[in-house]
Nanobody, 126 residues
């Protein structure tokens, strides 16, 4: 069983940066593709970014965060990161990471992710 724990959220001002971490335990994440999703109040969970398994040579982003957010992974530390720059109030949400074991790069397809963390709150004030 793979357990995922997110950290790094907080309250920031528009234009600030945050780095989210998703730390795994129970198994090595090297054979899992990983993704970040977010859910704002009253809205459905939406895709943010994803990275392929192993070396993470394939990455993808939602149009709303492209050029501002960067996903990366460190298999030695069993962790995945989301660097968020130039934050906007509309980025306010609970951010969760997911792990997919059967697909090299699941991208935005939430149904392909097998494990999820509890999430970390990101609040961006204007």
């Amino acid at each position: 069983q793979l357990q995922l724990v997110e950290s790094g959220g907080g309250l920031v001002q528009a234009g600030d940066s945050l780095r989210l971490s998703c730390t795994a335990s129970g198994r090595s994440i090297s054979s899992y593709a990983m993704g970040w999703f977010r859910q704002a109040p009253g809205k459905e969970r939406e895709f943010v970014a994803a990275i392929s398994w192993s070396g993470g040579s394939t990455t993808g982003y939602a149009d709303s965060v492209k050029g501002r957010f960067t996903i990366s992974r460190n298999n030695a530390k069993n962790a995945v990161y989301l660097q968020m720059n130039s934050l906007k109030p509309e980025d306010t949400a609970v951010y969760s990471c997911g792990a997919c074991r059967d697909t090299y790069y699941p991208g935005s397809f939430q149904s392909k992710y097998d494990y999820w963390g509890q999430g970390t709150q990101v609040t961006v004030s204007s």
